[in-house]
């Protein structure tokens, strides 16, 4: 069982930017992010496997997920955040279907307790 650590969430402004970090410990072959905004489902913001990336449409153009395997650490940046980005996100590990363009079903074996993001207009 891979095990999953997220940090790096926290409070900005709207237009800011905060880089989230997902530590893992034992062999993964896919990596991605999720959030889940209250009252709403969870979607897929992004994944990477073999530093080959692959971004869900929510987020296209403001995020770059990236993988350092000498640390075991999986990054998401996240630039010009909205007030609807505020949620908590969350780290994967172990993609288990397709990914889909709009983020829905993204099917991971392991999670993450997650990291609030929360954007002030």
């Known amino acids: 069982q891979v095990r999953l650590v997220e940090s790096g969430g926290g409070s900005v402004q709207a237009g800011g930017s905060l880089r989230l970090s997902c530590t893992y410990s034992g062999y993964t072959y896919y990596m991605g992010w999720f959030r889940q905004a209250p009252g709403k489902e969870r979607e897929g913001v992004a994944a990477?496997?073999?530093?080959?990336?692959y971004y869900a449409d929510s987020m296209k153009g403001r995020v770059v997920i990236t993988q350092d395997n000498a640390k075991n650490t999986v990054y998401l940046q996240m630039n010009s955040l909205k007030p609807e980005d505020t949620a908590m996100y969350y780290c994967?590990?172990?993609?288990?279907?397709?990914?889909?363009?709009?983020?829905?079903?993204?099917?991971?074996?392991?999670w993450g307790r997650g990291t609030q993001v929360t954007v002030s207009s």
């Open positions: 994967a590990a172990d993609l288990q279907g397709p990914l889909s363009p709009d983020g829905s079903k993204w099917d991971f074996k392991s």
């Open positions: 990477i496997y073999t530093g080959s990336p």
